[in-house]
């Protein structure tokens, strides 16, 4: 079945900087993949979707690039600020719904 | 537009207790998911449903849990007789399965201690 892998697990950045997220997926069937922003005692929120035919989507300081050939998608906070502080998942559906462990994101004032 | 709600928000357990949780999904979402969450990891799913039919409960352990959705809207998961290893979230989630990619919008979860 599919495994996905998702790094780094924990990543602390000061407001402003960029902070990267990086999922790396082994099913090529995979079309459809999504980022989720979960807070302390909530459910998972969902911040972006995007199909295989896409390789770039911006949306809100957000940016979500996907290289299909590497098996590989990939978020990026563009100027964090601190409450962006959250666990982010990265997830890919070739059917079926499969998550990243999480990424623990901290920034820092 | 309401989201999926779930019920209750916390349960703590001895173990070999029974527990209930109980999913809401979102009005005209045909389909309902249940996924166990342990601390520090994705989720993980048990089960769903597509209206009341369950489409794969392949990694749901049938001895200790089951799980119904009978007129295809509100949806119990059950654990019969809790351990320790049942410690997680367990949230619900539901999606239209319309015709591009399914999404799934995810209640807040139940957290669940078995001491």
């Known amino acids: 079945g599919e495994q996905v892998e998702q790094r780094p697990p924990h990543l602390s950045v000061p407001e402003g900087d960029s902070a990267v997220i990086i999922c790396t997926y082994t099913?090529?069937?995979?079309?459809?993949f999504y980022w989720y922003k979960q807070e302390p005692g909530a459910g998972l929120q969902l911040l972006m979707s995007?199909?295989?035919?896409?390789d770039r989507k911006e949306e809100q300081g957000l940016t979500v690039l996907l290289n299909k050939k590497d098996k590989q998608l990939s978020l990026n906070l563009t100027a964090a600020h601190p409450g962006d502080s959250a666990v982010y998942f990265c997830?890919?559906?070739?059917?079926?719904?499969?998550f990243g462990h999480g990424t623990i994101l901290r920034v820092h004032p | 537009e309401a989201g999926v709600t779930q019920s209750p928000r916390y349960a703590v357990l001895q173990e070999g207790q029974a527990v209930s949780f109980w999913c809401d999904p979102i009005?005209?979402?045909?389909?309902l998911y249940w996924y166990q969450q342990p601390r520090d990891q994705g989720p993980q799913l048990l089960v769903y449903?597509?209206?009341?039919?369950?489409?794969?409960n392949s990694q749901l352990p049938s001895d200790r849990f089951s799980a119904v959705r009978p007129k295809g809207t509100n949806s119990t998961l059950k654990i019969q007789s809790a351990k320790q290893g049942d410690t997680a979230t367990y949230l619900c989630?539901?999606?239209?399965?319309?015709?591009?990619?399914?999404?799934?919008?995810f209640g807040s979860g139940t957290r669940l201690t078995v001491l």
């Open positions: 995007v199909f295989s035919n896409v």
């Open positions: 009005s005209g979402h045909d389909t």
């Open positions: 989630a539901s999606s239209f399965t319309g015709v591009s990619a399914e999404t799934l919008y």
């Open positions: 449903f597509r209206d009341e039919a369950v489409i794969d």
């Open positions: 099913d090529s069937a995979t079309a459809y």
């Open positions: 997830a890919v559906s070739d059917g079926k719904l499969t």
